[in-house]
């Protein structure tokens, strides 16, 4: 994540280029997570052992959840007419940076 906020901070972009660079983010933002809570699952015993080795599934499933929260974000904006903008410049004046 530090790469992308020292893009944004360097660069004042914000945006990814590639499918695969959109990929990695998603990975990161959203992939660790599930491959994290697939290991707390299974060390618990709350979920089957063979889980917590099964990390590429893990990851699959945070890719998946990733596009799909940031499309509920933004059907939410529209719906609430809300524009992008908008939105990050109510961060903005919240005293956060891009």
């Known amino acids: ?3 992308y ?3 944004a901070a ?3 972009s914000i945006y990814l280029s590639t499918i695969s660079e959109y990929d990695l ?3 990161h ?3 660790l997570v599930g ?3 697939s ?3 299974s060390a618990s015993k709350k979920e089957v052992p063979w889980l917590g ?3 590429q599934l893990s990851n699959s499933m945070g890719l998946l959840q990733k596009p799909t929260s940031s499309a509920t974000f933004v059907r939410t904006s529209i719906s609430s007419g809300i524009s992008g903008p908008e939105r990050f410049g109510e961060r903005r004046s919240m005293g956060l940076k891009r």
Do not use: P
Request: hydrophobic share 40%; net charge neutral; charged share 15%.
């Open 53 to 55: 080795s099964q990390l």
């Open 5 to 7: 906020a020292h893009k």
């Open 1 to 3: 994540m530090a790469d």
């Open 35 to 37: 491959e994290g809570l």
């Open 39 to 41: 290991r707390i699952f």
């Open 10 to 12: 360097t660069t004042g």
């Open 25 to 27: 983010y998603c990975h």
């Open 29 to 31: 933002v959203a992939g």
